[in-house]
């Protein structure tokens, strides 16, 4: 195939007429306040997210439509929005009658089974601030997280709770009640109703369910009211708890019409576990709220079983993450050619920068470019995003969303930050404040917080550059932009030259502090399948790299990899990289996955 610089594209040529068909129109219509109106607000005033993603259709003819389809290792699963609706107000009702109060957190730490999706939706019915772990977290960042969100309820499973929190239980002085989920059909059933064996301070969640009524007035909460905590990545450093308020919703709301396209007779995957902000925005909230059906797989990663997915579940529209991505590229073609997906109308992708290489390999694998978008635990939604009817420039975030004022900035002399105006400058990406699912604060660390803010702007620690035509270029982390002989270097624009290399899968780069430079350009690469490390292809990669970007800014030095670092969340962790190669002290890796 044929690879420009721009893949172009127009909304006649979609197979569904896009939500947004014109940017610059819809950007000029957009108000934060007209697409509050598109919600239908609590009956007696107030805003609640439990009640705009299910209460509110179970009146109409989307109470029988499927909500969730759970994928389990050898059975399916299918929630509607009407058993949905009485699921969680039973939840809401046992949260009521174990004496847990509005505004108090609900911490739920569990797979992708039912349960998670239940005890959270109902937990924010219920008015209380829910929090979801990712279940592969180790004792230590669980009792971190619970204690600075001061968790006063935690719904487990069994063996995770024996595992994993029992016996730190005396060191979380807030917890009041565990609910316990049984694992006996997790993975199968997606969830049981088996009775969880008496395990000492303890609940059986599938016990106080069945006695629970299952209705629930939805909590009177308003806009402000806290919702969600959703903890960072740890890409750069210790994690931070970043407070949502139930306004976001409108957000969640917009974004999932603009940016993902969401039409109801849709069929959505979001890859992401509700453990990381993804999960939860994308993964829970935003297809309920336009009532689209949504595909949950409670297994890990696997090359042949997601594409098994795609094509029997005829996902419509699929949002992951690149570095899933690059794992479908290193599994080599081969296996994608065995399945076809001709329902997929539209795949997006968030987290981290999306190599052009892999947004080439999604039109010709796929049959669809892949879009990707930009945003952060803290911005709780899509803020910046390649739209279904506009051009793609692979490699490019793309263009502010309607209601998302965007600029670079940089700090200005004596305090503040300036906007840059011109184009193709690069500085810090900063969003004007006010957008609905803003962070209101981190937990514990308002000084953070407030760092994070230059008078109306809101700072995002991310440098990026805007080109003539308005669409955002990713340039790296601010922590891990190289400095070396008077360049600054982004590592993103790095590891996609050395991604366009046939046998590299992945690259992470960092700045090797240099006496002579400032700092030398240091690649770390992972080879695909069945391609072995040699010298002679270290040699090669170098040249290679040179001749893309240059004797300042290519590698000096290459090393192989078997695996990248990487958080669970899935993005390479330069500062681990850093870290093992200067001998200096890991720092906090509660995310890091397992293995690497
Ligand atoms: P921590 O803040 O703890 O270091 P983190 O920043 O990785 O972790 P998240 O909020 O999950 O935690 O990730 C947001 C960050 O991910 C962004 O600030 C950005 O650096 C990166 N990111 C997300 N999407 C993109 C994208 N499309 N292109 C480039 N980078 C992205
Ligand atoms: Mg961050």
């Given at each position: 195939?044929?690879?420009?610089a721009?893949?172009?594209?127009?909304a006649a040529?979609?197979?569904?007429?896009?939500?947004?068909?014109?940017?610059a129109?819809?950007?000029?219509?957009?108000?934060?306040?007209?697409?509050?109106?598109?919600?239908?607000?609590?009956?007696?005033?107030?805003?609640?997210?439990?009640?705009?993603?299910?209460e509110?259709?179970?009146?109409?003819?989307?109470r029988?439509?499927t909500?969730?389809?759970?994928?389990?290792?050898?059975?399916?699963?299918?929630?509607?929005?009407?058993?949905?609706s009485q699921?969680?107000?039973?939840?809401?009702?046992?949260?009521?009658?174990?004496?847990?109060?509005?505004?108090?957190?609900?911490?739920?730490l569990t797979?992708?089974i039912?349960?998670?999706?239940?005890?959270?939706?109902?937990?924010?019915?219920?008015?209380?601030?829910v929090?979801?772990?990712?279940?592969?977290?180790?004792?230590?960042?669980?009792?971190?997280?619970?204690?600075?969100g001061?968790g006063?309820?935690?719904?487990?499973?069994?063996?995770?709770?024996?595992?994993?929190?029992?016996?730190l239980?005396?060191?979380l002085?807030?917890l009041?009640?565990?609910?316990?989920v049984g694992?006996?059909?997790e993975?199968?059933?997606?969830?049981?109703?088996?009775?969880?064996?008496?395990i000492?301070?303890?609940?059986?969640?599938?016990?106080?369910?069945?006695?629970?009524?299952?209705?629930?007035?939805?909590a009177?909460?308003?806009?402000?009211?806290?919702?969600?905590?959703?903890?960072?990545?740890g890409?750069?450093?210790?994690?931070?708890?970043?407070?949502?308020?139930?306004?976001?919703?409108?957000?969640?709301w917009?974004t999932?019409r603009?940016?993902?396209?969401l039409?109801p007779?849709?069929v959505?995957?979001?890859?992401?576990?509700?453990g990381?902000?993804?999960g939860?925005?994308?993964?829970?909230i935003?297809?309920?709220?336009?009532?689209?059906?949504?595909?949950?797989?409670?297994?890990?990663?696997?090359?042949e079983?997601?594409?098994?997915?795609?094509?029997?579940?005829r996902?419509?529209?699929?949002?992951?993450?690149p570095?899933a991505?690059?794992?479908?590229?290193?599994?080599?073609?081969e296996?994608a050619?065995?399945f076809?997906?001709?329902?997929?109308?539209f795949?997006?992708?968030?987290?981290?920068?999306?190599?052009?290489?892999?947004v080439w390999?999604?039109?010709?694998v796929l049959?669809?470019?892949?879009?990707?978008n930009?945003?952060?635990?803290?911005?709780?939604?899509?803020?910046?995003?390649?739209?279904?009817?506009?051009?793609?420039?692979?490699?490019?975030?793309g263009r502010?969303?309607?209601?998302?004022?965007?600029?670079?900035?940089?700090?200005?002399?004596?305090?503040?930050?300036?906007?840059?105006?011109?184009?193709?400058?690069?500085?810090?990406?900063?969003?004007?404040?006010?957008?609905?699912?803003?962070?209101r604060?981190?937990?514990?660390n308002?000084?953070?917080?407030?760092k994070?803010?230059?008078?109306?702007?809101?700072?995002?620690?991310?440098?990026?550059?805007?080109?003539?035509?308005?669409?955002?270029?990713?340039?790296?982390?601010?922590?891990?932009?190289?400095?070396?002989?008077?360049?600054?270097?982004?590592?993103?624009?790095?590891?996609?030259?050395?991604m366009?290399h046939?046998?590299v899968?992945?690259?992470?780069?960092i700045?090797?502090?240099?006496d002579?430079?400032?700092?030398?350009?240091?690649?770390?690469?992972?080879?695909?399948?069945?391609?072995?490390?040699?010298?002679?292809?270290?040699?090669?990669?170098?040249?290679?790299?040179?001749?893309?970007?240059?004797?300042?800014v290519?590698p000096k030095e290459?090393?192989?990899?078997?695996?990248?670092?990487?958080?669970?969340?899935?993005?390479?962790?330069?500062?681990?990289?850093?870290?093992?190669?200067?001998?200096?002290?890991?720092?906090?890796?509660?995310t890091?996955?397992?293995?690497?």
């Amino acid at each position: 195939m044929q690879r420009s610089a721009i893949i172009h594209k127009t909304a006649a040529d979609l197979p569904v007429p896009p939500n947004l068909a014109d940017y610059a129109a819809t950007c000029a219509d957009f108000s934060w306040d007209a697409a509050r109106a598109e919600l239908a607000g609590l009956p007696g005033g107030g805003l609640n997210i439990a009640h705009e993603a299910v209460e509110r259709h179970v009146q109409g003819p989307l109470r029988d439509r499927t909500a969730f389809r759970f994928l389990g290792e050898a059975s399916v699963r299918d929630l509607s929005f009407g058993e949905l609706s009485q699921l969680t107000s039973r939840f809401a009702n046992v949260l009521q009658t174990l004496g847990v109060r509005r505004g108090e957190r609900v911490f739920v730490l569990t797979g992708r089974i039912p349960e998670l999706y239940i005890a959270v939706l109902g937990g924010l019915k219920a008015g209380c601030v829910v929090s979801p772990l990712f279940s592969a977290f180790g004792p230590e960042p669980i009792a971190t997280r619970l204690n600075i969100g001061e968790g006063a309820v935690l719904v487990t499973t069994d063996l995770l709770y024996e595992r994993k929190v029992a016996k730190l239980r005396d060191r979380l002085p807030t917890l009041r009640h565990v609910l316990l989920v049984g694992d006996d059909n997790e993975g199968d059933e997606g969830g049981s109703e088996h009775a969880v064996t008496d395990i000492a301070g303890t609940h059986d969640l599938a016990t106080l369910m069945a006695q629970a009524a299952d209705h629930f007035d939805t909590a009177a909460t308003q806009p402000e009211d806290l919702a969600l905590l959703h903890f960072t990545s740890g890409t750069t450093g210790t994690p931070k708890g970043a407070m949502h308020v139930h306004g976001a919703v409108v957000t969640h709301w917009a974004t999932g019409r603009y940016a993902l396209d969401l039409h109801p007779d849709d069929v959505f995957w979001c890859t992401a576990d509700p453990g990381w902000v993804t999960g939860t925005s994308y993964g829970i909230i935003a297809p309920l709220l336009h009532g689209v059906t949504s595909i949950v797989d409670v297994a890990e990663f696997d090359a042949e079983r997601w594409y098994r997915i795609l094509q029997q579940q005829r996902v419509t529209i699929w949002y992951t993450a690149p570095t899933a991505i690059r794992m479908l590229m290193k599994a080599g073609p081969e296996l994608a050619r065995g399945f076809s997906f001709p329902r997929l109308r539209f795949v997006a992708s968030v987290g981290e920068p999306l190599n052009p290489e892999a947004v080439w390999w999604g039109q010709e694998v796929l049959g669809k470019p892949i879009h990707d978008n930009w945003w952060q635990t803290e911005t709780g939604g899509i803020m910046i995003a390649n739209l279904p009817a506009l051009d793609i420039k692979p490699g490019s975030m793309g263009r502010p969303l309607p209601g998302v004022q965007a600029a670079i900035v940089r700090q200005r002399e004596g305090g503040g930050v300036e906007v840059v105006d011109a184009p193709d400058e690069e500085g810090e990406l900063a969003l004007r404040r006010g957008w609905p699912s803003m962070l209101r604060g981190y937990l514990n660390n308002e000084e953070r917080y407030r760092k994070c803010f230059a008078g109306d702007w809101y700072l995002t620690g991310d440098l990026a550059r805007r080109d003539a035509d308005g669409y955002y270029w990713f340039v790296g982390r601010s922590d891990d932009v190289i400095k070396s002989a008077g360049h600054l270097i982004g590592p993103f624009e790095v590891e996609s030259a050395l991604m366009e290399h046939p046998a590299v899968a992945e690259a992470g780069v960092i700045g090797k502090p240099d006496d002579m430079v400032g700092e030398v350009v240091k690649a770390f690469v992972s080879l695909k399948q069945g391609v072995e490390p040699s010298e002679a292809l270290r040699k090669e990669l170098l040249g290679h790299a040179r001749k893309k970007l240059g004797a300042a800014v290519a590698p000096k030095e290459i090393d192989f990899l078997p695996v990248l670092p990487r958080t669970r969340s899935g993005k390479i962790m330069r500062r681990l990289l850093k870290a093992r190669e200067l001998g200096l002290p890991e720092g906090d890796t509660s995310t890091l996955e397992a293995g690497a």
